[in-house]
């Protein structure tokens, strides 16, 4: 499934879960922008949620309870007519990501917090990992 989308769409940005999470974050108090009636998803729908996409980068959809069209499949559209990503979809509430291609306002994280694993050190079975501040999570872990 994930290989036959990636060939739908080849700019595709695949998110990772610790972006997906980092969006969720961000986008937790914010309201929905655009919200879906009950004309269902329209050609002024899309086109108003891909004006806040390139306004916001990142954007809620809310579906009324009116709206006659399912949520995965208003979420799937609004992904590959817009070219976002699904960061997330909950309750009737759908959260879109598409970074802006000239002045991204949002950072998504990269990379493994392991040091280990970036430096290329080998790993010991049995022997205790080395003692780090792992960034992303904000505290310290035992690897």
Not at 15 to 34: C, E, F, M, N, S
Not at 41 to 59: P, S
Not at 96 to 117: F, Q, V
Not at 127 to 133: D, E, K, L, Y
Request: aromatic share 0%; with cysteine.
């Amino acid at each position: 499934r994930l290989a036959r989308a990636t060939q739908e769409r080849p700019n595709a940005l695949d998110l990772t879960g610790k972006q997906r999470r980092h969006l969720r974050a961000l986008a937790h108090h914010l309201d929905p922008i655009v919200q879906l009636g009950k004309a269902g998803l329209t050609d002024g729908v899309v086109a108003a949620v891909d004006a806040a996409l390139e306004r916001h980068e990142l954007v809620k959809v809310r579906l009324g309870t009116e709206c006659p069209d399912d949520q995965g499949e208003v979420a799937g559209s609004l992904s590959e007519r817009l070219r976002a990503e699904v960061a997330q979809t909950l309750g009737r509430t759908i959260l879109l990501y598409r970074r802006h291609p000239k002045e991204p306002k949002i950072k998504l994280p990269t990379g493994d917090c392991s040091r280990a694993a970036a430096q290329g050190a080998p790993r010991i079975a049995g022997a205790p990992g080395p003692r780090h501040t792992c960034r992303s999570a904000g505290r310290s872990a035992r690897r």
